[in-house]
């Protein structure tokens, strides 16, 4: 868990009914944002830990956080229901 997540990120889902589910969408989160961001060519490499992904005011999903690039706009969404999460990322550089 520590190799994938931040403290405030590891903070956050603990203190849900059901962490799992909110670590499983913080986890689809960041892979969806490391494509992303890979795929446009600014960088070679982005690990987990570059990342971090908390909640807005409303609840919201927000990147706090991306370590080795400077970034304009980056939206990121999460869906969980049961034992599912899924996530979307999509960046303008």
């Known amino acids: 868990m ?5 403290e405030n990120e590891a903070s956050y889902c603990k203190s849900k009914a059901n962490p799992s589910i909110h670590f ?7 892979e969806a944002i490391k494509k992303c961001i890979l795929s446009s ?10 990342i971090e992904v908390l909640p807005k ?6 990147v706090t956080k991306i370590n ?3 970034y304009s706009d980056l939206q ?3 869906s ?3 034992d599912y ?3 979307m990322a999509m960046i303008l550089l």
């Open 68 to 70: 080795k690039i400077p």
């Open 2 to 6: 520590s190799k994938v997540f931040t």
């Open 41 to 50: 060519s600014v960088i070679d490499s982005l690990d987990f830990k570059d």
């Open 76 to 78: 990121v969404s999460i």
């Open 85 to 87: 999460a899924i996530a």
């Open 24 to 30: 499983a969408g913080r986890f689809a989160a960041k």
């Open 57 to 62: 005011s409303n609840g919201a999903p927000t």
């Open 80 to 82: 969980h229901e049961k």
